[in-house]
């Protein structure tokens, strides 16, 4: 095979972001209007670009968890510039950055053998799941009161939030979520027996709809109560939600929603999968982040 032609590999400067979520939308990923002002917050460094004179050709980041945890996203080559290996270069200068740590990322399901050589191995499928929200209640009904437990997450003392997240992911991630938390748009709720946090949930504006992510739930009714609570503050319209397909409750949540299964993504890790709740999982955070 022949070697790559020379690229520049670099991390990516704030006013280049815009790159990755232009090349997602034209994939058809829908990026989240403002994703990456707290994408950036979780690792700076991590936005990887290729260069080919000057010009961009593929893109990947690859985000540092400390201590021992990274996560590979946003895995894009410039149609014009595909089969030319440029791909196999970033994803090369990804890896490279998380060597020693346990690296997960969820991929399309065709690119399963090409990660596969890379030394990942098949966790579970993430199913996207795509529904519609009313713009008002049907003829004759009146809304459904809120639950009382049911609470901005800017009412959950900060420390609450991030030992209950904890659960759910390999890693500490605490700026990260105060940024997705916190993100002009983004709209986040939890829900409270007393003072127990018992799920939680985040829904932000897309290039269509809304996307929910995460959903976090200690049990199905209380997912469902935090989905109602976030679907109703769109106005109406498409909303999106990725569920881990081992859990059967999600899936059997967004039956209850008639929403319907739009994409899919292979969770794939280098080694063996971390132990998180998934059985708590209603909603991972993001495709591109873990």
């Known amino acids: 095979m022949s070697p790559a032609p020379a690229s520049h590999i670099h991390p990516m400067a704030p006013h280049q972001l815009h790159t990755l979520t232009d090349w997602a939308a034209q994939e058809g990923w829908n990026p989240g209007l403002r994703d990456t002002e707290a994408f950036y917050t979780a690792d700076p460094e ?16 690859a985000v540092r968890y400390e ?98 997240d904890r659960a759910f992911f390999p890693a500490d991630r605490s700026t990260f979520l105060q940024h997705w938390l916190n993100t002009p748009g983004h709209v986040a709720l939890g829900l409270r027996a007393g003072e127990q946090l018992q799920g939680y949930g985040v829904m932000r504006p897309c290039r269509e709809g809304w996307k929910i992510g995460p959903l976090f739930a200690d049990s199905a009714d209380t997912a469902a109560v935090l989905l109602k609570g976030l679907i109703a503050n769109t106005g109406g319209g498409p909303f999106y939600l990725d569920v881990p397909e081992t859990n059967p409750q999600a899936l059997a949540l967004v039956e209850q929603f008639a929403m319907q299964p739009v994409f899919e993504t292979a969770r794939m890790y280098t080694g063996p999968a971390p132990d998180i709740s998934l059985d708590r999982t209603y909603g991972i955070t993001t495709f591109e982040l873990g």
Not at 110 to 137: C, D, M, V
Request: charged share 15%; net charge neutral; proline share 9%.
């Open 67 to 164: 201590p021992d945890f990274g996560f590979i996203g946003f895995f894009i080559v410039d149609p014009a510039h595909r089969g030319q290996r440029h791909g196999y270069a970033v994803f090369k200068a990804a890896m490279q950055r998380l060597e020693g740590r346990l690296v997960g990322l969820d991929g399309v399901p065709a690119q399963l053998a090409s990660y596969e050589r890379w030394g990942f191995k098949l966790a579970h499928r993430n199913i996207r799941f795509g529904g519609t929200a009313p713009s008002e209640p049907p003829p004759g009904e009146a809304a459904a009161p809120a639950h009382a437990g049911l609470v901005s997450l800017s009412q959950v003392p900060l420390a609450t939030l991030l030992a209950y």
């Open 46 to 61: 991590g936005f990887l670009m290729g260069e080919l004179n000057g010009a961009p050709v593929a893109v990947i980041s």
